[in-house]
């Protein structure tokens, strides 16, 4: 019995121990912006992403950002969208900017305005910085359940004042990064650990057998 309950308890270690986990920092595919007016710069991945009021033409900005998702290892158990800030513009202390969901075909009244997966206070001391923003629960399902994931940008916090620029990633070039990380936790055991379990359970039944002929 003491036997049964040591080689029991091993393999029941093994089988708590922690998953492998995996974690993929990737690229935009595609990025931009699109005006009130519909007028955009494209799908390029190195385009300027500019969102919010331009005072100069008294019109607002939307952004959106396309990642292709590769194979992963597990579910994702969490996710972070990570932008160069380049340039904060705005009288204001703060513009809140908030990224949803995107669909297939996408104009300037989609962006922002989906489901939301995140979103982020920014201020000047932002400029020429990196800014994160977490996902929630429903921007992580759907990096899930797509092979590209997509969102749609914008600043909820504008006043629309003519001539007055509140603005965000303003004069973001092509050396601007824009990227999502994708952390997974594996639900399948590494090889190592498949093969002292298997050791762990043969263990077990040698010790039963003996028991038996012992008897």
Avoid at 40 to 51: A, F
Avoid at 74 to 86: N, R
Avoid at 114 to 121: E, I, K, M, Q, V
Avoid at 133 to 157: C, E
Wanted: charged share 10%; with cysteine; glycine share 12%.
């Amino acid at each position: 019995m003491r036997y049964w309950g040591w080689s029991a308890a091993v393999v029941l270690g093994m089988m708590c121990a922690p998953a492998h986990a995996g974690s993929f920092l990737i690229n935009a595919t595609e990025r931009g912006w699109i005006q009130t007016g519909g007028s955009g710069n494209g799908t390029s991945s190195i385009n300027n992403y500019l969102d919010g009021w331009r005072g100069d033409l008294n019109t607002e900005s939307r952004d959106f950002f396309i990642f292709a998702v590769p194979a992963l290892d597990g579910p994702v158990i969490s996710a972070t969208l990570i932008l160069d800030t380049a340039t904060f513009g705005s009288p204001d202390a703060s513009e809140t900017y908030q990224v949803t969901s995107l669909p297939g075909g996408f104009t300037f009244a989609d962006l922002g305005t989906g489901t939301l997966f995140g979103s982020r206070a920014y201020t000047s001391a932002d400029s020429g910085n990196s800014a994160s923003i977490s996902l929630n629960a429903a921007g992580i399902a759907a990096i899930a359940s797509n092979t590209n994931f997509g969102v749609g940008g914008r600043i909820t916090t504008l006043s629309d004042t003519n001539g007055v620029n509140e603005w965000l990633f303003a004069f973001s070039t092509s050396t601007n990064l824009t990227q999502l990380q994708i952390n997974t936790s594996s639900t399948v055991p590494e090889p190592a650990t498949v093969g002292l379990m298997l050791a762990g359970l043969a263990g077990i039944v040698a010790m039963r057998h003996r028991r038996v002929a012992s008897k």
